[in-house]
């Protein structure tokens, strides 16, 4: 039976850095604009002064410190707050294309591996820039890969939904090995003028290359010893951006357009089903929760992933069994696993046994249980 691996990762970290204090400080300059501007229905009670954001509140809510974007100056402006991102010629290469490069490139050099061995590219990630053609496409012709490529979107999930796929494909034999990439622009969809949700993302691209084990050399990556997957429908993430949009002209401009959720709620009923997932996968694969090494866990909340790890472990982690990198990326939707993953798995040795693992909107869960060889 042919056996899929991981044999190499890549990581693309935009260099532009907002910390939580420029967040802020933004946010409560657009705060002061627009309580000025509508001083007068405020005082008839007709609409609500808005609340400033606070550092402090930021860090302990969730264990962010600060974000990589895109583009800093346009979040930053108080009259703007989004993403300055100029259109570009179909002939250029589109943003998401330009930060999967990179991060393909690291992957497959971690590898040892050119273009030519692999077969198929897969773009997995919460918001694709446009409808066709495919991201994926343009980055198989731009990284030089003879095969097929797609798309797809299970938000936070994507990146793990991908790798399934993608050991799917290498284990029936469709592909010698597949690239898995996750180029998130967390920042475009994200509502800045919004204190409870302004300061969650952060934008990077990762990239995995799962490959066919006989393709490897002894010792090289980690071998995959089994995904699950779980959905369940939730509307508490959401996002109602769609290309129907245009045929209501009264629905264009409305907050739910952009990124909007029940955060508690999403704590509350996202952290057992993740602790579950973990532990009904690690069962069926016959290991325990304390055979783990290591928790690369989604990065959205320092406290839930401290709650789930705890749930799975029956006791604390500690910080070298569920690395966080939220505090420097935030949120990168289903990017962050991969950059835990990427980040923090070099100091494993043969035979340890880690999980990365996901969760998000849909609700959505994906496991990955793997061992280094
Ligand atoms: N500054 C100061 N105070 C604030 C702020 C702020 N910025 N925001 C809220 N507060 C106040 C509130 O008004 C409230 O005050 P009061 O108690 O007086 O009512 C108090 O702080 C507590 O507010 P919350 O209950 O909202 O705060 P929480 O402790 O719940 O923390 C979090 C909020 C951090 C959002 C937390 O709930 C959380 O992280 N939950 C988990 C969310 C999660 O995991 N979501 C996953 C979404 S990611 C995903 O699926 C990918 C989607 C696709 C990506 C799209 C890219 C844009």
């Given at each position: 039976?042919?056996k ?5 990762t ?19 300059q ?64 589109s ?14 050099e ?64 469709s ?21 409870d ?32 997957l ?7 993430i ?14 264009i ?83 962050g696993?991969?950059i ?34």
């Amino acid at each position: 039976m042919i056996k899929a691996v991981i044999s190499g990762t890549g990581l693309y970290t935009p260099p532009a850095i907002i910390e939580n204090d420029q967040l802020v400080e933004a946010f409560n300059q657009y705060v002061e604009l627009y309580n000025d501007e509508h001083a007068e229905e405020i005082a008839r009670g007709e609409l609500t002064a808005l609340q400033p954001s606070s550092s402090a509140f930021i860090e302990k809510a969730s264990g962010i410190k600060r974000r990589h974007v895109i583009d800093r100056d346009g979040i930053l402006d108080p009259k703007r707050m989004t993403p300055n991102i100029p259109d570009r010629d179909n002939e250029e290469p589109s943003v998401q294309c330009e930060m999967a490069i990179v991060a393909c490139k690291e992957a497959l050099e971690q590898a040892g591996k050119t273009p030519a061995d692999v077969d198929a590219v897969i773009v997995a990630c919460s918001n694709l820039q446009r409808a066709y053609p495919a991201i994926s496409i343009e980055v198989q012709q731009a990284m030089g890969i003879d095969g097929f490529a797609y798309d797809m979107n299970v938000a936070c999930s994507s990146a793990t939904f991908g790798i399934q796929a993608a050991v799917n494909a290498v284990e029936k034999g469709s592909a010698r090995a597949v690239l898995v990439v996750s180029p998130e622009i967390c920042s475009g969809h994200l509502n800045f003028r919004d204190r409870d949700s302004h300061f969650i993302f952060g934008d990077a691209c990762t990239a995995i290359l799962v490959e066919r084990e006989e393709n490897t050399q002894a010792g090289q990556g980690f071998e995959i010893l089994g995904t699950r997957l779980k959905t369940q429908f939730s509307n508490n993430i959401r996002n109602n951006f769609g290309f129907l949009n245009r045929a209501d002209e009264s629905g264009i401009g409305k907050p739910d357009k952009l990124f909007i959720q029940q955060g508690r709620k999403v704590f509350k009923e996202v952290s057992p089903l993740v602790a579950d997932t973990i532990q009904g996968h690690l069962a069926s694969l016959q290991l325990a929760p304390e055979d783990l090494k290591r928790m690369w866990l989604h990065q959205a909340n320092l406290n839930m992933n401290q709650l789930i790890a705890r749930k799975v472990l029956g006791r604390d982690a500690t910080v070298e069994e569920a690395p966080v990198i939220l505090d420097e990326y935030a949120n990168t939707s289903s990017a962050g696993s991969i950059i835990a993953f990427h980040k923090h798995k070099d100091d494993l040795k043969t035979g340890d046994l880690g999980v990365i693992c996901s969760f998000g909107a849909g609700y959505s869960i994906g496991s990955v249980v793997v061992r280094h060889r």
